[in-house]
Nanobody, 124 residues
Framework: QVQLVESGGGLVQAGDSLRLSCAASGLTFSSSAMGWFRQAPGKEREFVATINWGGGMRYYAEFVKGRFTISRANSQNTVYLQMNSLKPEDTAVYYC?????????????????WGQGTQVTVSS
């Protein structure tokens, strides 16, 4: 059974940083591309960042480029999302997702496994 458990969310002020973690189990993590998505109240889930199996290829949504960094530690079955210069509009539930492919993907339908999400709230 695949499990993805996110952690690291919280309440911060604009300009602060947070690092989200996603611990994976029940899958061959080193062969799985990973992604982060988010969903704000009243909005659809949207893509944030993705990383391929080895970490050498990454892709970001335009609105987080230069502020967020996705990384992974295959030895620890964990993917991270470092979020800097946070803005109130970054407030959302952040979800970790995994796909049974080496290559990254930017759409939610390409991911078979999802975590429960972690809340990030950025106050102005």
């Amino acid at each position: 059974q695949v499990q993805l458990v996110e952690s690291g969310g919280g309440l911060v002020q604009a300009g602060d940083s947070l690092r989200l973690s996603c611990a994976a189990s029940g899958l061959t993590f080193s062969s799985s591309a990973m992604g982060w998505f988010r969903q704000a109240p009243g909005k659809e889930r949207e893509f944030v960042a993705t990383i391929n199996w080895g970490g050498g290829m990454r892709y970001y949504a335009e609105f987080v480029k230069g502020r967020f960094t996705i990384s992974r530690a295959n030895s620890q079955n964990t993917v991270y999302l470092q979020m800097n210069s946070l803005k109130p509009e970054d407030t959302a539930v952040y979800y970790c997702a995994a796909r049974s492919s080496l290559d990254y993907a930017r759409t939610s339908r390409d991911y078979a496994y999802w975590g429960q999400g972690t809340q990030v709230t950025v106050s102005s």
